[in-house]
């Protein structure tokens, strides 16, 4: 792909993610937590493979792949003490 083609698809991928987001009442974010986290593992798993490339990976590829998995782990590591705390609070665990 292109720069172009990739810069369009981020865009298009931001704005439908925005307009998802601010759709969801603010009671129903901590439930969904799990959700994000499996999106987030997704996005984990498909900014690897853009690390990993096929040979032709550029280097702005591979720091913005990096910056991926790490926004992506901040994520999902957080979701994940988010649901402990809540389970914590209402006597899960």
């Known amino acids: ?3 172009v083609e990739n810069l369009t698809l981020f865009v298009l991928a931001a704005f ?3 307009e998802i987001i601010t759709k969801i009442p603010t ?3 901590t439930p969904l937590m799990s959700g994000a986290n499996a999106i987030s593992g997704i996005t984990l798993l498909g900014s690897v493979v853009v690390i990993a490339g096929s040979g032709e990976t550029t280097l702005l590829a591979t720091v913005l792949g990096f ?3 790490v926004m992506a782990t901040i994520n999902v590591v957080g979701g994940y003490l ?3 705390f809540m389970l ?3 006597g899960g665990q």
């Open 27 to 29: 009671n129903l974010h």
């Open 16 to 18: 439908v993610g925005y």
């Open 1 to 3: 792909m292109t720069l």
């Open 88 to 90: 914590a609070e209402f």
């Open 82 to 84: 988010v649901s402990h």
């Open 67 to 69: 910056i991926a998995v």
